[in-house]
C-alpha cells in the first residue's frame, strides 16, 4: 500500500524521523503543562523519581539543562556519523551500508548517546561550555540557510533570464514575479507599521521598520545600478524583490516574538501596546498555541535540513556548480515496477554528499537546542512561554535578517572589488 520510494529518499526520511522524536523529547522536557500532568496522574511518581536518582520531582529530567544534554546526545550522534561518512562516493561501500541500513541499531545508539549525557561528570562546567558551542553551531546553521537562499535568487533570476533568449515571454513572467515580491514586501511592511506602532510611543519598532524598509530599499538600488550591471548582468530586481520579501518576514517574526509593552490605562488597568489589537487573547488557549507552535518549528526545520543537504546545496557552499542529482534510467525504472517498493537509486554512486548531510543535521542540533531553551534566556525558558515573546529570540530573527542583507550585497559588491567566477551570478 506504501507508494515507490527511493533509497536516498528513504535514508534521509529515517534520519529526520530520529531528529523528530528527539526534538519531541525536548518540547516534553521544556513543557511545565506535561511535567504537572506526570506529578498528578503517575501512581508513585516521587519514588519513582528517587529511584531512577533524578530528584525528588525528577527535576534533573525537564528545564533547560536536560535538553542540553539530550541535544549533546543528538549532536554525538549526527557528528559521529559525519565523520564516519567521510570521502564516502560509492553507495557499494561499507561505510555507505553502515549509512543506508542497521536502523534499529542506530536507534540504540542515539538513545544511549542521549541518555549518557546525564552521567557526564562536572555538570556545571559541561553546560556553560556547551552553551556557547551550541550558539556558534546555531549561528552556522541559520548563516547556511541564508545563503541559500541568496544563492537561491540568483539561480532563479540567471536561469529566468536565459529563457528570454528562446522566448520573450520569459520578460513578463520576470516583470510579474517581481511585481508581485515587491508588493507582498511593501504591503508586509506597510501592515507591520500599521498593526506593530502608534502614533504615541513604539520607538523601537518605528526604527526597525524604517532600518528594513531601508534596506530593501538600498540592495534594490545596488541591484540595478550601472557599476554592478556591467560586471554581472544578470543581477537585477528579481533577487533583491525575494530577499525583500524574505526580510519583511524576519521583521515580522521578530516583531512576534518581541515581549509585549504593558502601560497602564486611564482607569489603572494593565494594556498592552505596539501588538496587533486582535494580538493580544491571541494566546488565551495556550496549549493549542504550544502545539501548533511546536509543529510548525519542527517542520521548518526539518524542511530547512532537507533542502539544504542535497548535491546542489553542497556544491552552492563551496563555490561551484552543482551536478544534477543522478536519476535511475528508463530501464532500471521498467525492471522495478513490479518489484519492490523501494528504488535503488545509487547504484551508479552517491546522489548526495553523506557526511555533509550529517553535518547540517548536526548543526541542527544545536540550532534546536538554542531555540527551544530561548537562546540566551535559558534559566526561566519553558515550552509555553517561547511564543509569548523573547528578547533573546528578538534580536535572533534581526540579526538573522541583517545579515541576509548583508550576504546579498556581498555578492553584488565583491566582483566589483576582484572579479572571479567564484562571485558571477
Known amino acids: 500500500c506504501c507508494p515507490k520510494i527511493r533509497q536516498s529518499r528513504s535514508t534521509r526520511c529515517m534520519y529526520a524521523l530520529y531528529f523528530i522524536l528527539v526534538v519531541i523529547l525536548c518540547c516534553i522536557m521544556m513543557s511545565k503543562t506535561v511535567a504537572n500532568e506526570m506529578?498528578?496522574?503517575?501512581?508513585?511518581?516521587?519514588?519513582?523519581?528517587?529511584?531512577?536518582?533524578?530528584?525528588?520531582?525528577?527535576?534533573?529530567?525537564v528545564g533547560y539543562s536536560a535538553v542540553y544534554r539530550v541535544c549533546f546526545g543528538m549532536a554525538c550522534f549526527f557528528f559521529i556519523f559525519c565523520l564516519l561518512t567521510l570521502k564516502i562516493d560509492n553507495s557499494k561501500s561499507c561505510r555507505a551500508y553502515i549509512h543506508n541500513g542497521f536502523w534499529f541499531f542506530k536507534l540504540l545508539l542515539l538513545g544511549a548517546l542521549c541518555s549518557g549525557a546525564f552521567f557526564i561528570p562536572d555538570q556545571e562546567t559541561f553546560l556553560h561550555a556547551w552553551r556557547y558551542v551550541g550558539a556558534v553551531g546555531g549561528f552556522l546553521f541559520i548563516g547556511i540557510q541564508l545563503f541559500l537562499l541568496v544563492e537561491f535568487a540568483h539561480k532563479w533570476?540567471?536561469?529566468?533570464?536565459?529563457?528570454?533568449?528562446?522566448?520573450?515571454?520569459?520578460?513578463?513572467?520576470?516583470?510579474?514575479?517581481?511585481?508581485?515580491?515587491?508588493?507582498?514586501?511593501?504591503?508586509?511592511?506597510?501592515?507591520l507599521a500599521v498593526f506593530y506602532t502608534q502614533?504615541?510611543?513604539?520607538?523601537?519598532?518605528?526604527?526597525?521598520?524604517?532600518?528594513?524598509g531601508g534596506l530593501c530599499l538600498l540592495i534594490s538600488v545596488v541591484a540595478i545600478s550601472p557599476w554592478v550591471q556591467?560586471?554581472?548582468?544578470?543581477?537585477?530586481?528579481?533577487?533583491?524583490?525575494?530577499?525583500s520579501c524574505y526580510v519583511a518576514y524576519l521583521t515580522f517574526s521578530a516583531l512576534s516574538s518581541k515581549p509585549v509593552d504593558v502601560v497602564l490605562d486611564e482607569h489603572g488597568k494593565n494594556v498592552t501596546i505596539c501588538v496587533p489589537s486582535f494580538g493580544q487573547d491571541l494566546y488565551r488557549d495556550e496549549s493549542l498555541v504550544t502545539g501548533l507552535g511546536t509543529g510548525l518549528l519542527i517542520g521548518c526545520i526539518i524542511y530547512s535540513?532537507?533542502?539544504?543537504?542535497?548535491?546542489?546545496?553542497?556544491?552552492?557552499?563551496?563555490?561551484?556548480?552543482?551536478?544534477?542529482?543522478?536519476?535511475?534510467?528508463?530501464?532500471?525504472?521498467?525492471?522495478?515496477?513490479?518489484?519492490?517498493?523501494?528504488?535503488?537509486?545509487?547504484?551508479?554512486?552517491?546522489?548526495?554528499?553523506?557526511?555533509?548531510?550529517?553535518?547540517?543535521?548536526?548543526?541542527?542540533?544545536?540550532?534546536?537546542?538554542m531555540t527551544v531553551t530561548s537562546w540566551f534566556?535559558?534559566?526561566?525558558?519553558?515550552?509555553?512561554?517561547?511564543?509569548?515573546?523573547?528578547?533573546?529570540?528578538?534580536?535572533?530573527?534581526?540579526?538573522?535578517?541583517?545579515?541576509?542583507?548583508?550576504?546579498?550585497?556581498?555578492?553584488?559588491?565583491?566582483?566589483?572589488?576582484?572579479?572571479?567566477?567564484?562571485?558571477?551570478?
Not at 502614533?199 to 528594513?212: A, M, P, Q, R, S
Not at 535572533?396 to 541576509?404: E, G, H, L, R, T
Open 230 to 243: 556591467e560586471r554581472q548582468p544578470h543581477s537585477g530586481l528579481l533577487q533583491s524583490g525575494l530577499i
Open 305 to 369: 535540513c532537507l533542502t539544504s543537504t542535497t548535491r546542489s546545496s553542497s556544491d552552492a557552499l563551496q563555490g561551484r556548480y552543482a551536478a544534477p542529482e543522478l536519476e535511475v534510467n528508463t530501464e532500471e525504472q521498467q525492471q522495478i515496477k513490479e518489484g519492490p517498493r523501494v528504488i535503488y537509486d545509487e547504484k551508479r554512486g552517491t546522489v548526495y554528499n553523506y557526511s555533509y548531510f550529517h553535518f547540517v543535521f548536526f548543526l541542527a542540533s544545536l540550532y534546536v537546542m
Open 39 to 61: 506529578k498528578e496522574h503517575i501512581p508513585f511518581f516521587e519514588d519513582m523519581c528517587k529511584g531512577i536518582k533524578a530528584g525528588d520531582t525528577c527535576e534533573k529530567l
Open 157 to 191: 533570476n540567471k536561469n529566468w533570464t536565459a529563457g528570454t533568449a528562446s522566448n520573450k515571454l520569459w520578460y513578463a513572467s520576470l516583470a510579474l514575479v517581481t511585481l508581485i515580491m515587491y508588493s507582498v514586501a511593501t504591503g508586509g511592511l506597510v501592515l
Open 377 to 425: 534566556n535559558y534559566e526561566s525558558a519553558h515550552i509555553e512561554a517561547f511564543f509569548s515573546g523573547s528578547w533573546s529570540i528578538f534580536w535572533v530573527k534581526m540579526a538573522s535578517c541583517w545579515i541576509c542583507v548583508l550576504l546579498y550585497l556581498g555578492t553584488l559588491v565583491a566582483p566589483l572589488c576582484r572579479p572571479t567566477p567564484h562571485f558571477s551570478v
Open 199 to 212: 502614533t504615541d510611543g513604539c520607538v523601537e519598532n518605528k526604527i526597525f521598520l524604517g532600518v528594513n
